[in-house]
């Protein structure tokens, strides 16, 4: 709760700094104000407490928002250049700012109204920041293919919602499981309906398969900041949206939406990584990329175990670093090189060691290979998946990752073994330092990955 | 504490040995691979011989879900410690007149390399041991990648891939025997006892996906096909990491992991494994004898040598895999000495191809010994110590099924039959216009030669120091795995 506040005050700070003319110095503000938010986060660590039955700040709530708060700030060193750029006025800060309160009330509802204020708060500043290259048609059709597509998805998760009030007369989560409970296998046939709308509407917000269509357009149409802060930011939030609904409170109605949902994870899976090989643009081949990494955790949701929980955590860390770090060096080789073929990436090694080492380890934890972090995060994901016996859903997934290496090796490949007439590029101080940051923690969560995996 | 100094100090170096830039790097890499020895060879003048595990180090690393960074040695780690430690310096020693673009990297990963490797030797924990396995597989694409010849992008991936593929599903083998163990740990012996527990049909799938991970390593026919490419491109001292130890990896997967989690299963499918491994004996030597490229043929006779390897340790008795730690060791050396030979006459001649080489021997006497002795322990000729090994596992094979053994023991006819015919070629007859100037050996080259001969001698004469490490675990290993399959 303390980091709701403190983040919608540092947004209306953002917003005023326009009037001020303080502009100069809101980049340090914010990140500071960040990092102030991230500590005071933790104090609410272990105190569980209810806010007007609307919200619960329980330790779900904390570890996710702290993720969420850890990645923005990770992003907003990555972004510099965005806030640089001229289109960009103050408006971006509060923007982003706001966004991520959104993200803060999608991991701590325990109210359906809560969850919908808390995706639109999200996704109307995203609708505006993918837009943000104001003179750039793909821009504008990004954030256009945004809108209309999240605002038709939001119409499934309102008419789920009401079906599921309509049957249960309450917006209460504590409420609706107590309803599914004591009904005990008979609820009605709406709450059914309205489940699984609602399931489709949050499949969407993590673009799963067969609602992924918008993901790739939108990703490479917006700018490569904001494609970051989506496939990071926005995933994470959707995802602790997710859980906090189906994990906990649809549970008991478990046989309705599972089996739909293995369906789901498997053509992710796959869907995702064969699209992903025949990409050439680098920036939508992440964004396959990030939809097969829907797929991994959807797996760790049908599980439904003990395990669910926390590995959807780390794994939405892993990711989100090893995301920020590939959007990073993506986002400055594509502008000093003039585009973001593979092809321009060779010779990234010789040229500029930092930024290809830091593309490496990203790449490989994204890929799953140890001793990175992202290599954990699917092995806790396969742990719990095979705990609850879907050892066939753990193969496909294995013949995902595999695939998965050969689009993420095909960028090592060009970094380190091709040829490049191409002089080096210069990287900023913080860029330095970012990569720096991104490769020791990938490193050290996939070295020491307790800490993370005993919080929940 | 002396395990953790074998896993860690090379890796020490190798994070060192990047701060050193220029020519320097090698004499420095050599100095810490010769101390990395030097500490082995402490280990075994520590080692008790018994069955026991050794120098035991246990310390939980992600507690919550039983993994724990615990590793040890009994007399098979041992040797295949030993069989690293002494490769590795002879490897580096190899390249001492290389002139590798960036050198400083590529003895860092070599170094690296060692690291993973003797952590696979040593690790007692089935998430420990993945890790290392994985770890391994990293440095040895880079350096395919970075130094080797033509081609090696969509080579290196292949390999890189096929190998990937096995140890995910070692992964998922793994993580299926967690979930069914009584005490939700990685621990060996809680592995063991969970795969142990399973019948027949499940031990089967936990088989499987073990096998094909050790069976690619290895590898074993069909899952070879990645090998000849992979050893005809990657640099020199690459394929002699690849060949001389990585294999190794495989075949101490399934002494160490395979035989003791799923006897069941290995009894059940062991015939087929078995078949396979001995029609990629006979269907290996084949092809290395039509082949015209000197690299790739020792490349196709080491598939022949460890498919008898293969089939030897699921054969399941003492003979069996007492033959597979002593080939092990042999092959390593041997087929360090023979890539080394191979490096030599392309550096002098610029061609690898067999045909169009002769004479040698006229040239270069010396040179000509040598390479006949690595040759002969290469076809196992009684004293050299490709003999033993060889004996024991075709012996270990014949009481398995005579049939089998026959078809084995064809490898030691068609392994005399190509690599004497290309001796015959390269070294005997009149010099040509490839051979009218052969460089003498340098002194580097004398040492290493030197070595690994007196290596294959002292071994094939007096094998019994390294029989007495492993024997204990070895015949402590075949009773437990005899007991669990009611033999």
């Not at chain 1, 850890?70 to 982003?96: C, P």
């Not at chain 1, 009330?105 to 995706?119: A, D, E, H, K, R």
């Not at chain 2, 089939?311 to 050396?333: D, E, P, T, W, Y």
């Not at chain 2, 010099?431 to 003498?440: D, E, G, H, L, S």
Request: charged share 10%.
């Amino acid at each position: 709760m303390t980091a709701l506040i403190l983040l919608s005050a540092l947004g209306v700070i953002a917003l005023l700094a326009e009037i001020f003319s303080f502009k100069k110095l809101l980049y340090p503000v914010v990140i500071l104000g960040l990092i102030t938010t991230f500590v005071l986060n933790l104090v609410d660590w272990n105190t569980d407490k209810l806010w007007y039955g609307m919200m619960r700040y329980d330790n779900f709530a904390v570890a996710f928002s702290s993720v969420l708060i850890g990645i923005t700030t990770l992003w907003f060193i990555m972004a510099e250049n965005f806030f640089k750029e001229e289109s960009s006025l103050t408006d971006h800060f509060a923007l982003i700012l706001f966004a991520l309160v959104g993200g803060i009330v999608m991991v701590s509802y325990t109210n359906m109204t809560m969850l919908f204020l808390g995706i639109e708060i999200l996704s109307i500043p995203m609708y505006v920041l993918a837009a943000s290259k104001k003179e750039d048609v793909s821009s504008n059709e990004a954030g256009f293919k945004y809108l209309i597509l999240g605002a038709f998805s939001t119409g499934f998760l309102l008419f789920g919602i009401a079906l599921i009030y309509g049957s249960t007369a309450s917006f209460d989560l504590p409420v609706i499981a107590d309803f599914i409970t004591s009904h005990n296998g008979a609820v009605p046939g709406m709450f059914y309906i309205g489940i699984l709308l609602i399931l489709v509407a949050m499949v969407f917000k993590v673009s799963a398969v067969p609602f992924h269509f918008w993901a790739p357009d939108v990703y490479q149409g917006a700018p490569t900041s904001v494609t970051a802060f989506m496939a990071t930011i926005v995933k994470t939030a959707a995802f602790a949206a997710f859980l906090r609904l189906f994990a906990s409170t649809f549970a008991g109605a478990g046989s309705v939406w599972i089996d739909v949902l293995w369906v789901i994870a498997a053509l992710t899976l796959l869907v995702g990584n064969i699209t992903a090989v025949v990409q050439t643009s680098t920036k939508r081949m992440l964004a396959y990329s990030s939809i097969a990494h829907a797929g991994y955790m959807l797996l760790a949701l049908i599980a439904l175990n003990s395990f669910t929980q926390s590995s959807v955590l780390f794994y939405s860390l892993a990711y989100s670093i090893g995301s920020i770090a590939s959007f990073g060096v993506l986002g400055i080789v594509a502008t000093s090189r003039g585009n973001d073929t593979t092809d321009a990436f060779n010779g990234l090694a010789k040229t500029n060691p930092l930024l290809a080492v830091a593309m490496t380890v990203a790449l490989l934890s994204l890929a799953g290979i140890p001793p990175t972090a992202g290599f954990f995060a699917k092995y806790y994901i396969f742990t719990a998946a095979f705990a609850s016996g879907y050892g066939w859903l753990v193969l496909i997934a294995i013949l995902a990752s595999l695939i998965g290496v050969y689009y993420y090796f095909r960028i090592i490949i060009a970094m380190f073994f091709k040829e490049s007439t191409e002089a080096a590029i210069e990287v900023t101080a913080n860029h330095k330092l970012l990569f720096i940051l991104t490769i020791v923690l990938t490193i050290a969560l996939g070295l020491f990955p307790d800490f993370i995996i005993r919080l929940l | 504490m002396i395990t953790l100094l074998l896993i860690f100090f090379p890796l020490v170096a190798a994070l060192l040995l990047l701060m050193v830039k220029g020519e320097q790097v090698k004499k420095i890499a050599l100095g810490a691979a010769v101390v990395e020895f030097i500490i082995s060879i402490a280990a075994v003048a520590q080692f008790r011989h018994n069955a026991d595990t050794q120098f035991v180090f246990n310390m939980p690393w992600i507690k919550s879900l039983g993994i724990s960074f615990h590793v040890g040695m009994d007399g098979i780690s041992l040797l295949l410690v030993l069989l690293t430690t002494f490769l590795v310096p002879v490897i580096i020693l190899t390249s001492f007149r290389k002139a590798y673009k960036n050198p400083t990297a590529f003895y860092s990963l070599i170094l690296a390399m060692q690291f993973a490797l003797i952590g696979v030797f040593v690790s007692l924990d089935g998430f420990l041991f993945y890790v290392f396995w994985e770890l391994a597989l990293i440095p040895i694409y880079f350096i395919c990648l970075l130094w080797g010849g033509e081609d090696r992008a969509r080579i290196t991936f292949k390999f890189f891939v096929y190998t990937l593929a096995g140890s995910l599903l070692m992964l998922a083998g793994l993580i299926y025997l967690y979930q069914n163990s009584a005490a939700h740990t990685f621990d060996i012996a809680n592995l063991y006892a969970a795969g142990q527990n399973m019948d027949v049909l499940h031990q089967g799938y936990v088989f499987w996906a073990m096998f094909m991970a050790f069976a690619i390593k290895m590898p074993v026919f069909p899952f070879h096909t990645w090998q000849p490419d992979t050893y005809t491109t990657a640099p020199t001292q690459g394929t002699m990491m690849l060949s001389g130890i990585m294999l190794k990896m495989g075949v101490y997967g399934v002494i160490r992991w395979l035989l003791p989690l799923a006897p069941l299963g290995v009894e059940h499918w062991a015939h087929l494994a078995i078949t396979l491994a001995v029609i990629g004996i006979v269907y290996t030597s084949c092809i290395a004898i039509v082949q015209k490229d000197f690299k790739r043929l020792i490349a196709y006779s080491s598939i022949a040598h460890v498919g008898l390897i293969a089939a030897g340790i699921l054969a399941g008795n003492v003979q069996g895999v007492q033959g597979a730690m002593i080939q092990m060791i042999s092959h390593g050396v041997n087929v360090v000495g023979l890539f080394f030979i191979v490096d030599m006459l392309q550096s002098r001649l610029g061609t690898r191809d067999i045909s169009s080489m002769g004479g040698i021997r006229n040239l270069n006497p010396q040179f000509a010994v040598l390479f006949l002795i690595v040759l002969l322990g290469s076809v196992a000729l009684p004293l050299t110590n490709g003999f033993i090994g060889e004996f024991l596992l075709i012996n270990g094979v014949y009481q398995y099924n005579a049939w089998l053994a026959a078809f084995a023991g064809l490898t030691v006819i068609l392994g005399a039959v190509y690599m004497l015919r290309s001796y015959q070629s390269i070294m005997l007859g009149e010099t040509n216009a490839v051979t009218a100037v052969f460089p003498p050996l340098e002194g580097y080259e004398k040492a290493v030669l030197v070595i690994i001969c007196a290596a294959i001698i002292v071994f094939g004469v007096y094998p019994k120091p390294l029989l007495d490490i492993a024997e204990p675990s070895v015949i402590k290993l075949v009773d437990s795995f005899r007991a669990a399959t009611g033999k």
